[in-house]
């Protein structure tokens, strides 16, 4: 995306912008001339590569962080299901048979 106006207060999107010099005649080119660059020196493919790929790794960064997230919250609510189904358990001997049972199943998780 490339905007060509400079976009603050006043400039005639928010507010009118300041009035025009004196004579009644703008200026050509109001940038101030430390911000103006020769854009011949200016590799734009190069540029929008590299922005391409920084904008790929956050995306990544972003959904590899969710898919932790994710994962971590599912463990949790197994492993409390786990917890639970065994807390329920009468004496040592249903204890024993539900770990068991568990263990047949591969549900029962290892920290």
Not at 5 to 20: F, K
Not at 61 to 68: Q, S, V
């Amino acid at each position: 995306m490339r905007l060509s106006t400079p976009l603050y207060e006043g400039d005639s999107i928010i507010r009118p912008g300041p009035a025009s010099p004196g004579d009644g005649l703008a200026r050509s080119n109001s940038t101030v001339d430390f911000v103006q660059r020769d854009s011949t020196d200016v590799d734009l493919s190069r540029m929008q590569a590299r922005a391409r790929a920084l904008r790929a790794a956050v995306v990544a960064d972003y959904f590899g962080r969710a898919w932790g997230w994710l994962g971590d919250r599912l463990a949790r609510a197994r492993r409390r299901r786990e917890e639970e189904y065994l807390a329920r358990s009468q004496n040592l001997a249903d204890l024993e048979d539900r770990l068991r049972k568990l263990e047949r199943e591969g549900r029962l998780l290892h920290v």
